[in-house]
C-alpha cells in the first residue's frame, strides 16, 4: 500500500460517521439523563447562575460537574440571538462535536504512536461500536469527558504537561470518573522526563492543577450538599439525603452476573443494558434478531480479547504506551469496582474515555489475523448493521415522544415561563420548558401552579399512588387540559 492510503480510508470513516451522527444527533428526540443536562443548560442560560435545588425534573440536587453544561450555556445564549427554535437545536450539538473532535485526537495520537494502519483498524472500532456512537450523538456528558481524557493523554506525548494537565482538570469537571485517568497520565510523564529532578516537579504539577481546576466544583458540592462527591460515597461524607444517594457499600454486588451483563448489553446499544426495554415495543422477529446481534457482538470484541494477549512490540514508545493503556484499565476496573459496590448497578457509559484506548488493542488484535482483510470487511459490515440499529431506536424514540406533542405546546402557549408545576419525569421540564418538582416530592399546593399527571406513557417514570390520591380528593384543584389520546391531565391550582 502506498503510504498514506490508510490515512486517506481513516479520514473518510471520519467524515462519513460525522455525518451519520450529526443528523442522528438533530434528528432525535431528546430522553432520559438528557433532558435533566440540557435543562441545566437552558437555565444556566437564562438565569446566568449555576442551579442547585431548583425543579429540573429530579428530586435531587443539580450536583454534577458543570462543564458540559456551561458549554451547553454557552451555545443557547449564542444561538438565540437567532431564535429559540435554533439554540434548542444547538444544545443537542455538543455530544457529536465532542464525539467527533474525541475521534479525530484518537487518530492522531494513534498514527503518532503506532502506524497509519493500526489508527485505521482503531477508527473501525471508534465509529462503530455501539455505547460510543450512542453517547456522541444523546445530550449526555460522556463524550465531553472522553474528548478532554484524550486530549489530555495527547497533550502529555507532546510533553504539553501544562496544557496536559488542564485538560485533565477539565475532564474532571466533566464527570468525576475523569480522575481515574491520573494514573496513565502520571505513568506517561514519568517516561517522557527520563531527569529525575524534572520528572518530580512535572510529576507535581500534573497532581497539583487538575485537582485545583476540579476542586471548585467539589468545594461548592461539599458546602451545598455536604459531601463533595454526592450522591455517591454519601454514607462516609453524611452528605444531605434528598432524592437518590448511595450511602452503602455491598461488596457482594461486586459478584453478581446483573451488573456486568448490563454493562456488556448496555457497551453494544440495548438502551441503559435493559433487555426488557425491547420487549416494550413490537419489533418483527426480535428473538432472532437478537441471537444475530449476540452473534455479531462476540466477533467483533474478539480482537480485543487477542490484542490483550500480544507481545510488547519493540518500538519503545508504543512498548511503554501500551503499558500504560493496561494501567489505565487496571484504574477503570477499579472505578467500576467502587462504583458497583456503591451504588448496586453499573454503566458502560461510565467508560466512555477508556474506549479510545480499548480501540487500539482491538486494533492490535486485528493486526495479528492472517485473514485481517477479511475479518476487517466483516467488522464493516457489523459495524453498519449498528449503525442501522442506532437509526431504528432513535426513530423509535422520537415516535414515542412525539405523541406528545400537542401536550407540551399546550403548556408552552398556555402558561407562564415562570410558573412552577408538579409532575412526572425527568424529561417534562425540559419538553414543556417550566421548572417542574418531581413527582416523588410531597405535594405543596400553595408552591406549586400546575399539575401535570400521565400514567399511560411508556417513556418516563409514572405518578406514584400517594400523589395521585391527594391530586384526586383535592378540591383547589381545576382541570384545565386532558387529552384522552395521551392520558395527560393538567390541573390548575387555584389560588
Known amino acids: 500500500m502506498k503510504p498514506g492510503f490508510y490515512t486517506k480510508l481513516s479520514i473518510a470513516l471520519i467524515i462519513i460517521v460525522a455525518v451519520i451522527r450529526l443528523v442522528f444527533a438533530l434528528t432525535h428526540s ?3 439523563d438528557a433532558c435533566w443536562h440540557l435543562s441545566a443548560s437552558r437555565f444556566m442560560a437564562d438565569n446566568n447562575q449555576i442551579p442547585s435545588f431548583e425543579g429540573l425534573g429530579r428530586l435531587q440536587a443539580f450536583w454534577p460537574p458543570p462543564a458540559f453544561h456551561l458549554i451547553g450555556a454557552l451555545f443557547f445564549k449564542i444561538f438565540s440571538i437567532i431564535s429559540l427554535d435554533i439554540a434548542n437545536l444547538s444544545l443537542k450539538l455538543i455530544s457529536p462535536l465532542f464525539g467527533t473532535l474525541t475521534v479525530i485526537i484518537a487518530f492522531l495520537l ?5 502506524d497509519e494502519k493500526t489508527a485505521f483498524y482503531s477508527m473501525i472500532f471508534l465509529n462503530f461500536i455501539p455505547i460510543f456512537l450512542d453517547y456522541s ?22 510533553k504539553r504537561y501544562i496544557l496536559s494537565s488542564t485538560a485533565l482538570g477539565l475532564a474532571i469537571l466533566t464527570k468525576y470518573t475523569a480522575v481515574f485517568m491520573f494514573p496513565m497520565i502520571l505513568y506517561l510523564a514519568y517516561k517522557s522526563y527520563p531527569d529525575k529532578k524534572e520528572s518530580l516537579r512535572k510529576l507535581s504539577v500534573i497532581v497539583f492543577l487538575p485537582l485545583l481546576i476540579s476542586s471548585v466544583w467539589f468545594i461548592r458540592n461539599f458546602i451545598l450538599l455536604g459531601n463533595p462527591f454526592w450522591p455517591f460515597l454519601n454514607g462516609i461524607f453524611q452528605g444531605t439525603s434528598l432524592g437518590i444517594t448511595f450511602n452503602t457499600f455491598s461488596f457482594s454486588k461486586i459478584f453478581s452476573l446483573d451488573a456486568y451483563t448490563k454493562l456488556y448489553l448496555e457497551f453494544f446499544g440495548v438502551p441503559n443494558g435493559d433487555i426488557s426495554v425491547l420487549s416494550a415495543f413490537s419489533f418483527p422477529f426480535l428473538n432472532y434478531l437478537l441471537i444475530i446481534w449476540l452473534i455479531g457482538t462476540l466477533i467483533f470484541l474478539y480482537p480485543f480479547i487477542k490484542g490483550l494477549y500480544l ?22 476496573i477499579f472505578m467500576l469496582f467502587i462504583y458497583i459496590t456503591n451504588t448496586g448497578w453499573s454503566s458502560a457509559r461510565l467508560l466512555m474515555p477508556v474506549l479510545p484506548f480499548i480501540a487500539i488493542v482491538w486494533a492490535n488484535g486485528t493486526s495479528s489475523f492472517k485473514l485481517r482483510k477479511a475479518y476487517i470487511i466483516l467488522a464493516v459490515l457489523i459495524g453498519t448493521g449498528f449503525i442501522m440499529a442506532e437509526g431504528i431506536k432513535l426513530t423509535t424514540a422520537a415516535n414515542e415522544w412525539s405523541i406528545y406533542k400537542q401536550d407540551f405546546e399546550w403548556v408552552k402557549d ?18 414543556i420548558d417550566r421548572l417542574v418538582i418531581n413527582h416523588k416530592a410531597q405535594i405543596d399546593f400553595n408552591d406549586v ?10 417513556i418516563d417514570f409514572h ?6 390520591n391527594r391530586i384526586k380528593d383535592n378540591n383547589i384543584l381545576i382541570k ?7 392520558g395527560t391531565v393538567i390541573y390548575k391550582v387555584k389560588k
Open 110 to 114: 494513534i498514527r503518532k504512536v503506532f
Open 449 to 458: 401552579d400546575y399539575i401535570w399527571v400521565n400514567n399511560k406513557w411508556r
Open 463 to 468: 405518578t406514584n399512588e400517594d400523589s395521585l
Open 137 to 158: 450523538i444523546l445530550a449526555y456528558v460522556g463524550s465531553t469527558t472522553a474528548f478532554f481524557s484524550i486530549l489530555s493523554v495527547y497533550l502529555m506525548l507532546n
Open 30 to 32: 431528546v430522553s432520559g
Open 311 to 332: 507481545k510488547k512490540p519493540k518500538n519503545n514508545e508504543a512498548g511503554y504506551f501500551l503499558k500504560s493503556i493496561h494501567i489505565l484499565f487496571l484504574s477503570y
Open 414 to 431: 398556555n402558561t407562564k415561563n415562570n410558573d412552577l408545576f408538579y409532575g412526572n419525569g425527568q424529561c417534562l421540564s425540559y419538553n
Open 480 to 486: 384545565e387540559y386532558s387529552n384522552e389520546d395521551t
